[in-house]
């Protein structure tokens, strides 16, 4: 077994290491770590969930000067990733007292001024905030010796390469090492390797590890209007400790989280629309284990390191065979096994088997809970905590203020009738649940898996006018008006994803291919309806390619 110290890290980053529980390096952190520390610039092929902050990291400390300046940049996609890797950053650094900063859209830019003004050996930030902070002179780049670019594939697809692209052109060129993380190694990815890094070393962790034997991964044939109810019936049955329900759009958390609420389950939802204080709320609740239940789209959960998550439900399939690992990674994690299940309806077959073949596992099909198992296993819960409840001796002190109560009650019932009703209370009877009626969204296009998504090709185009997936919002005067749009407030015209804009600029960005592009999706292009859409006419999903093939393209989105 290779220990971190044998890897070249100090005494005092592996006496760290050891107090918060890191016993061996993943596989990740044995072939990078080495390589960093040599000087080497790295492209890691990585899924979230393998321990790439710690491979990125530790080795980028090890060779800070807590004496010097500005050192380290690091970029990622969102705001929650960028706050998880400052977290770890600092966690691992604590024995050389690092100052390492975060900044990032939707927060105060004048308060992430003063903070870099007091001193920072590393920064953590999204690509916008990073650009308006360079353009206001307030973070300047002359010193930084390490730059890492964290989910580089996922920044690409939102449309920071321009921003990419400037941040590292203001960095030394030639002393300064790059490391790369991606879970996907696209053309534009490459590019970016040729371009800007000296010889890189390449290291992958291949997708059939990631979707390792600690995962059980099963789906289940259901019809759309039947999903929530056998939802329901799994969670009664499987009782998560932790659990997190990936829907497709905003719209379908949304109903998913009000209608868990409705039938007693404690759940919350996270999507692009929510302000960042209530997205922290929520995701601090759910690691508190205050919550049992986070509903969340792909988008708002990605980058999250949540441990403890026992059970993924894929409510909805993903059409990006990718974002499927993404998802269960979520789970199994640290060695502790975990729990996959995936709703798919007959005509999304095609993507399930498109997951098979990406993953290389086969996944097993499940039969869902009848209401009688749901309800016997609902009953057998409620009779525990009945029994929990009444042999602690706490409990039993606030029960003898009713006794008088009690007494006058078994004058008028039986002691059966009470009793019956206490457990009515507390059981979960789908006979007597509460209807909840959640809209359908609209179906997959049959048998996409198999031949119109391309895994790791989500359309869009780079050129020197950036990337084709950006939102009109940027167009123009993007350095004036991205404050407002990271603060939340309006500004952006067309673009058919817009609910995204109230978020921050690195969700802003996310799922837009561009005007020139409408007419091919079955988009109005006229200026009286722009931005809407013409359901009258059918879909084109033919895009051109780059190069001149045409390929079918298919994107996840939050609609």
Known sequence: ????????????????????????????????????????????LAQTGTGKTAAFGLPTIEKIDPEAGLQALIIAPTRELAMQNQEEIFRFGKSKHLKVRIVYGGSSIERQIRDLKAGAQIVVGTPGRIVDLMKRKALRLETVKTLILDEADNMLDMGFLPDIEYIIGSTPSESR?????????????????VKFMHQPKEVKVKTSELTADNIEQFYIKTKEFEKFDVLCRLIDVQKPELAIIFGRTKRRVDQLTRGLKIRGYRAEGIHGDLDQNKRMSVLRDFKAGHLDILVATDVAA???????????????????????????????????????????????????????????HEMTGMKPPTKEEAYASSLVDAKNSVKRDLTDNDF?????????????????????????????GRVNDPDTMEKV????????????????????????????????????????????????????????RGGYNRDERRGHDEEHRDGYRGKSDRKDRGYSVDKKNEGKRDFSKKPNNKIKQPGGKSGFVMREREA
């Open 177 to 193: 090492q790059t490391l790369l993380f991606s879970a996907t190694m696209p053309d534009a990815i490459r590019k970016i390797g």
């Open 302 to 360: 990605r980058g999250l390191d949540i441990s403890g998550v026992t059970h993924i439900f894929n409510y909805d399939i993903t059409q990006d065979q990718e974002s499927y690992v993404h998802r269960i990674g979520r789970t199994g994690r640290a060695g502790k096994s975990g729990i996959s299940i995936t709703f798919v309806s007959y005509n999304e077959m095609g993507y399930l088997r498109a997951i098979e073949n990406l993953t290389k």
């Open 396 to 424: 039993q002190g606030k029960l003898k203020k009713f006794s008088s109560d009690v007494d006058t009650l078994l004058e008028e019932f039986s002691a059966h009738e009470l009793v019956a009703l206490l457990l009515r």
């Open 437 to 492: 009626d959640i809209a359908p969204e609209k179906p997959l296009p049959a048998n996409g898996g198999d031949r119109s998504f391309k895994s790791g090709n989500r359309g869009g185009k780079s050129g020197p006018h950036g990337n084709r997936n950006r939102r009109d919002g940027d167009r123009g005067g993007r350095s004036d008006n991205r404050e407002r749009h990271e603060a939340g407030g309006s500004g952006s």
């Open 1 to 44: 077994m290779t220990t971190f110290k044998e890897l070249g890290l100090s005494e005092e980053i592996v006496k760290t290491l050891t107090e918060i529980g890191y016993v061996e390096p993943t596989a990740i952190q044995a072939e990078t770590i080495p390589l960093v520390l040599q000087g080497h610039d790295v492209i890691g």
